[in-house]
Nanobody, 122 residues
């Protein structure tokens, strides 16, 4: 099995910064894309940013210029540097690993972390 463990959430004032990290563990051979999604109270889960194994990134318009996603393929980790945080960034942030190939199966799978809370106060 593959586990994704997030860290780095917390409470921060508007304009501040936080850095989220996610580590994937298990019998992993390769991961195609890793990313972050978020879900605010009463809203559906939405994409924040993704990054492929080749380094191609994709950001939600709402976070472009403020958030930076990075990845260490050798360590199966992904990070999200969040700057200039706004109250509307308040949400539970979920790590995602897509196209995960393990030694247990020839088929790739998608995995989610448990989520980490980010609260931005005004």
């Amino acid at each position: 099995q593959v586990q994704l463990v997030e860290s780095g959430g917390g409470l921060v004032q508007a304009g501040g910064s936080l850095r989220l990290s996610c580590a994937a563990s298990g019998r992993i051979i390769a991961i195609n894309a890793m990313g972050w999604y978020r879900q605010a109270p009463g809203k559906s889960r939405e994409l924040v940013a993704t990054i492929t194994s080749g380094g191609s990134t994709n950001y939600a318009d709402s976070v472009k210029g403020r958030f930076t996603i990075s990845r260490d393929n050798a360590k199966n980790t992904v990070h999200l540097q969040m700057d200039s945080l706004k109250p509307e960034d308040t949400a539970v942030y979920y790590c995602n690993a897509d196209g995960v190939l393990t030694t247990s199966s020839i088929a790739t799978r998608n995995y989610w972390g448990q989520g980490t809370q980010v609260v931005v106060s005004s």
